[in-house]
C-alpha cells in the first residue's frame, strides 16, 4: 500500500492510497463527482469521461466487481478514480474479477482513503477544475504545481481519441437472462450513427428496434452519411467541449438540411444546439449521478434520469424553431429539444441507463417511430 495525494489547482489537496495504477504513478485531468451508488463499471468505460478524474461519492465502490457483460467498450476511458473505500472481496455471480485488478490491467490509477465528500464539497463550492494524482510521498506544493500545468478539457480535441477509427456495423442487442447477448437478425429501418464515442447500450436499444446500425468516425462528411440512404441518423455522445467540434457541427448542419430524421444524445444534443445556431456554456460542477430529475414538459411526467456533461445549452440562443421538450429539475438547464420544421430531436441525458433508472426508454421508441412517419 502506498501513499497518493489528489490535489486541485486551487491549491486544495487531500491523501489517500492507491490501489492501481502503479507502473503510471501519476495521472491529471479534470475533477467531477458522480453521484450514482452503483455502476462504476459503465462509468469508467464510458468514453464521454475521457479527460477526467472521477471522484465517487458512495462510500464503498468495488463490492460486486468487474464482470463481461457490463462495459460500455473496449477499454477505461476515464484518467484517474477515487473512492473513500475499497473492499478487498467482491460478491456477485457474475463478477469475474476485482475493481483493483480491471483498473490494474487497464494501467488507471485508483486511490481510495480520500475524504471524497470533502473534494465534494470543494467541488460544489468553487466549480469543476483541473486536478492532478501522484503515487507516493508527493509534496502538496509540487502536486499543485502539477494540477494547474493539466490542459484545459476544452483545449483538447478527446472525441478523435474515442471515435472508432474506421465503419462498422453493430447488431448486438441487450442482455436479457438466461440468453445474454444475442443479435439483431430483422431490420426495419437503416441507421447511420456517428460516433462520437458511442457507449454500447445505447446502441443495443437502437438494436432492440430493428434498427440496422452502420457507425461512422466522428470526422465523417455528411456526403458520405447520406451515402448509404440511411432512413434515420444518430449523434452519439462523447467528451470534451462541443465548441471546438467546428467540422462536425459543420457537416451536422448539411445533415440536418437533408431532412433525414435525426437523433441526438448528450454530445450530439450538444452539438445540435451549436447546428441550430445556439451555444453551449460550462456548468458549474456538471451533472454526473443517476438520480437527476428531468420534467417531459410534453407529458409533465418526471423522469428520474442518468446523467454524464459538463455543457449545457444556452437555451436564450435558441431560435423559435426550436421548441424544449424537457428541463432538468435542479437548475433548470435544456435537457431536450425538437426542430419545429425538421424531423430532428435530442436528450441531454443518457435515456440508456448504464448506469442509472429506465424511465427514459421512451426515446428509444420515440426515434422509431420517427423514422417510420417520414417513411410514410
Known sequence: MERAILALEDGHFFYGYAFSGFKLKETGGEVIFNTSMTGYQEILTDPSYKGQIVVMTGAEIGNYGINDEDDQSDRIWVNGFVVKDVPTNYSNYRAKKSLREYLEENNVIGIFGVDTRAVVRVLRDYGVMKGYIGIGDIPPQEAVRKARSVPDISELNLVKEVSTPKVYRWTQKSWKWPEGYTEQTEFHYKVAVIDYGVKKDILRLLADRNLELICFPHNVSAEEVLSINPDGIFLSNGPGDPAILTYQIQQIKKLIASEKPIFGICLGHQLLSW????????????HHGGNHPVK????????????????????SKLPQDVEITHINLNDNTVEGMRHKNYPVFSIQHHPEAAPGPHDSFYIFDEFYNLIKACKK
Open 275 to 286: 447546428a441550430f445556431g445556439s451555444k453551449t456554456y460550462k456548468l458549474e460542477f456538471g
Open 296 to 315: 417531459n414538459l410534453k407529458t409533465g411526467k418526471v423522469e428520474i434520469t442518468a446523467q454524464n456533461h459538463n455543457y449545457a445549452t444556452d437555451e
